[in-house]
């Protein structure tokens, strides 16, 4: 373990350069509970906490549409770049007040993208028929933030009750679905605990992978936070098959850890520019 910490931190010395492919800059972002963690730790405001973080190489945050201190976190002047949320396709009107207050959140605050969660499946009930119904509310939502210029992603989730932490359907999603797009989060298979290859899933969805979430897990306890690149979860060939396919998106660090919030940030930061030269 500690040759591989010496080795990741020498990556972050001599990944020195900001930039990416063709000289661009690796876009990164963090949660907002990110930023209040910093805030909190570092006895700041959001604000101050945001200026860290940019130090940091941070730009931009992720959080809920319905995050009441969304407002505050935008005039941070860190950029809102995801939004996610759980619309409820199985709900009695098939998700469509949710789906609506969700596109109009992302108009609202001019964020491009938004990530849906879906429901979990039905406690004892029929997976097939629950699919179908999501998969209708779900090509609705889509339609309509289409229609307002914005594009919609699912991911792997890592809840065990979700079609989405399932390999199978989420291809069934992406297949069924055309214009939507794939949200990688690294770490939810391998946290999902089923053995399915989240690399397998880069290459199913190349050329519609819509944002990237990079967080790692122990070898000895899927459930255990890792500081990226430490654990087991494959994050370089994910971050090196991603930015080698043309991928210039955003990179979320999803999960800070130690003592240190901030100095994991910049770390974690460095491990990702370097995996992208």
């Known amino acids: 373990m500690k040759k591989q910490m010496l080795s990741l931190l020498l990556a972050v010395v001599t990944a020195g350069c900001f930039t ?12 907002s509970g990110t930023v209040e963690r910093v805030a909190k730790e570092k006895g700041v405001s959001l604000d101050q906490s945001a200026a ?3 130090d940091a ?7 809920h549409y319905k995050d009441a201190k969304l407002p505050e976190f935008v005039k941070t002047g860190l950029k809102p770049i995801n939004l996610y949320g759980w619309p409820k396709f199985l709900g009695p009107d098939g998700g469509a007040k949710d789906s609506a207050e969700f596109v109009a959140a992302a108009v609202k605050y001019g964020v491009p993208r938004i990530m849906v969660i879906p429901d979990n499946f039905s406690k004892d009930g ?54 939507l797009g794939f949200a990688i989060d690294s770490g939810n298979l391998y946290y999902a605990g089923r053995g ?59 999960n800070p850890v130690g003592d240190d919030i901030l100095a994991d940030v910049r770390r974690q930061a460095g491990v990702v520019r370097s995996w992208c030269k």
């Open 20 to 31: 990416c492919k063709h000289s661009e800059p690796v876009k990164l972002s963090v949660f």
């Open 52 to 54: 860290l973080l940019k």
């Open 57 to 63: 190489g941070v730009s931009g945050f992720d959080t």
């Open 126 to 179: 029929d997976q097939e028929a629950d699919y179908v119904r999501i998969l209708e509310g779900l090509r609705k939502l889509v339609a309509k933030a289409n229609a307002a210029g914005i594009a919609v992603t699912v991911e792997d989730f890592g809840g065990t009750e979700n079609p989405c932490s399932y390999a199978k359907y989420l291809k069934r999603f992406l297949t069924d679905i055309p214009e």
């Open 196 to 254: 399915e290859d989240i690399v397998d899933m880069a290459h199913f969805a190349e050329g519609r992978i819509r944002h990237v979430h990079l967080k790692d897990q122990t070898k000895e306890d899927n459930r255990k936070y890792a500081t990226l690149g430490a654990g087991a979860v494959p994050n370089e060939a994910v971050v090196r098959h991603v930015h080698t396919s043309g991928y210039g998106g955003w990179y979320t660090l999803e």
